[in-house]
Each structure stands twice: as structure tokens, then as C-alpha cells.
């Protein structure tokens, strides 16, 4: 059974951080590029950052020199690491496997796998 758990959020002060986990099983993490994208209320998916096999990263825009994702493979685990953390970055943040464009973009829409969700509150 896949599956993909995210961790970290909560409720933090513009200018906060935080550090979001997906931990993963039931396939094999460390062959596939892994991603994060969020979900305000009202508006659509965004992606926000991926990461390939290899350790290439790709950010959307607005998170780029802010937002730091990683993977443990040894743990089956990703990472995203929030600095900076401005209202508008608030949403549920979901973590996604096998993105087929190892892009940003491709992580809401366009990957097999995806978690249920941490909510990312800043006010």
C-alpha cells in the first residue's frame, strides 16, 4: 500500500519558519523525483518545488531563495524547509511522488502519488 504522510505545519508569524516531512511507502522513493504543491482556499492547486533521484531541485517563482526542498532516501522521507513565510503562503501543503516533468508544475496535476495534506497557517 502507498503512502504518504506529511508532517510540520501549524500556525506561524509572518517572517516565521517552518519545516514541512512527507514520509513514504510502497514504492521505491529514492528512483523517483518527489515533490511539493499547496492549496489556499478558493484557488487552485500550485506547484511549489521539486526534487529528481539525482538531488536537482526546482522552485516555483514566488518561493524561490525562501522554500529549500530535500530527500532523505534512506528514510523514504522529503522535506521542505519554509523561511520567510509571508500570508500569502498559506494553504494545505501536500506532498507528491513521481512527478512525470521532474518540474514544480507537475506536482498537483501530474504525479502518481499524493499525500493528504498539512495546513500551513501564517498570520
Known amino acids: 500500500e502507498v503512502q504518504l504522510v506529511e508532517s510540520g505545519g501549524g500556525l506561524v508569524q509572518p517572517g516565521g519558519s517552518l519545516r514541512l516531512s512527507c514520509v513514504t511507502s510502497?514504492?521505491?522513493?529514492?528512483?523517483?523525483?518527489m515533490g511539493w504543491f499547496r492549496q489556499a482556499p478558493g484557488h487552485e492547486r500550485e506547484g511549489v518545488a521539486a526534487?529528481?533521484?539525482?538531488?536537482?531541485?526546482h522552485y516555483e517563482y514566488s518561493v524561490m531563495g525562501r522554500f529549500t526542498i530535500s530527500r532523505d532516501n534512506a528514510k523514504n522521507s522529503l522535506f521542505l524547509q519554509m523561511d520567510g513565510l509571508q500570508p500569502e503562503d498559506t494553504a494545505m501543503y501536500y506532498c507528491?511522488?513521481?512527478?512525470?516533468?521532474?518540474?514544480?508544475?507537475?506536482?498537483?496535476?501530474?504525479?502518481?502519488?499524493r499525500g493528504q495534506g498539512t495546513q500551513v497557517t501564517v498570520s
Open positions: 526534487i529528481s533521484s539525482e538531488d536537482t531541485t
Open positions: 507528491a511522488a513521481d512527478l512525470k516533468a521532474c518540474a514544480y508544475y507537475s506536482a498537483p496535476y501530474d504525479s502518481t502519488y
Open positions: 510502497g514504492f521505491t522513493f529514492s528512483d523517483l523525483c
